[in-house]
């Protein structure tokens, strides 16, 4: 979503990650990192995190005004390393700068690490992974954790009522962090087990599924509850076939607003439209193995893992449309009763208000949701970090 009044943050944030990520990938390169579930390990029990300065943005100019003398103190050493006669002047004045650097509060950058919190998932969410750990959720944690994400028959005899898998918490978290707990457990202040750990039950790979689908999950929990979602989701990957040519990966296209329509036999296909990639998306297989003239997709786990997100049946697909934008979020839903697109069918923002979009005619209500999406792109802030 947008972080309203911030958006001078968003650069100092992203350099904080970009400079964790290549210090850990010069320690692995080295050989100093180690390794954690197959990937680089971080090997601090704290990392640097901005979601507390989007809160905060007196502590994140102070965070600026820091980071910017002390760019300045280097210069000034590497200038006294060439100036022989001013060289100890200089020199003099790195420790001024130093006392005059408004440090931040540490218990605002800093936030507890793991081992593999800046692991990254290798499913590219895709509705393959999500199908795999819907069987997951149902076999290890649906008793606990309840199909819905807010609590089991199992919750009120756990520790602590479990976490609630349909808020905002899987997107509080980065997703390495989420990885670790769900392998090794969690604990409380005093040690004791709050969630038991499942690595001797399942390797990384199976819980980054898991993850997959709570993501999923919660997508679709929110719409139902809110209309809305409430948290960014990205488009599931999946196979397309598109004629006779060589079936591709839906995530080739990203970079393209994309339109997917989800159809049944008796659904008219839609108008070709320049501004959109249409993708059709079958509610139910096809009686015959002709090649389609469209772009499509006749996949089970991609009808399950849309009508999860859209937070439906799959029996109420038929005629649902939901467009994505250029980096692959889903954005706006139009439902099969829906006649034509407007700005109300925004489904992934934060300002709910309507607004008035400039050079797009009143009638063209597609035009008007697609110039609001270009016009409010999503930052999401994951692990601390916005994406």
């Not at 130093?98 to 590219?124: C, I, K």
């Not at 960014?232 to 990966?249: E, K, N, Q, S, W």
């Not at 009638?363 to 802030?381: F, K, T, Y």
Request: with cysteine; proline share 7%.
């Amino acid at each position: 979503m947008n972080i309203p009044n911030a958006e001078w943050v968003n650069p100092l944030i992203s350099a904080l990650e970009a400079v964790q990520l290549a210090v850990l990938r010069l320690l692995s390169w080295v050989g100093l990192s180690g390794t954690s579930e197959g990937q680089a390990a971080w090997p601090w029990p704290l990392r640097l995190t901005g979601e507390n300065l989007l809160i905060d943005l007196g502590q994140a100019r102070r965070l600026a005004w820091t980071l910017a003398l002390l760019a300045l103190a280097v210069v000034v050493l590497l200038l006294a390393l060439f100036w022989r006669r001013r060289r100890w002047w200089l020199m003099g004045t790195v420790p001024l700068l130093l006392l005059l650097a408004p440090w931040p509060d540490a218990s605002v950058l800093m936030a507890p690490a793991q081992p593999t919190s800046f692991h990254r998932s290798p499913t590219g969410f895709s509705a393959g992974s999500i199908a795999q750990g819907r069987a997951l959720y149902a076999q290890h944690c649906v008793a606990c954790h309840g199909a819905d994400g807010r609590g089991g028959t199992l919750a009120s005899a756990q520790p602590v009522w479990p976490p609630n898998l349909a808020g905002p918490l899987l997107w509080k978290r980065a997703d390495g962090d989420v990885l670790w707990r769900i392998l090794h457990g969690t604990h409380d202040r005093r040690g004791r087990a709050t969630m038991p750990a499942f690595a001797d039950s399942l390797d990384a790979q199976d819980v980054w599924a898991l993850i997959d689908f709570m993501k999923a999950n919660a997508a679709g929990q929110s719409l139902r509850a809110t209309g809305a979602w409430a948290q960014p989701i990205a488009l599931p990957d999946m196979t397309v076939r598109c004629g006779d040519h060589a079936p591709r990966a839906l995530s080739a296209w990203r970079g393209q607003r994309m339109r997917i329509v989800l159809a049944d036999a008796s659904t008219a296909p839609p108008l070709e439209d320049p501004r959109l990639v249409s993708i059709i998306i079958r509610t139910s297989a096809r009686a015959t193995t002709t090649p389609s003239a469209d772009c499509e997709v006749d996949n089970a786990d991609a009808r399950e893992a849309l009508a999860l997100i859209a937070g439906a049946g799959t029996d109420a697909l038929p005629g649902l449309q939901l467009i994505a934008d250029r980096d692959g979020w889903l954005r706006a839903r139009n439902a099969p009763d829906q006649s034509a697109w407007s700005e109300d069918d925004l489904v992934c923002r934060t300002d709910l208000a309507p607004q008035a979009t400039r050079g797009v005619p009143a009638s063209d209500g597609l035009g008007a949701l697609i110039a609001r999406i270009d016009a409010e792109p999503v930052r999401s802030v994951k692990g601390g970090f916005i994406h």
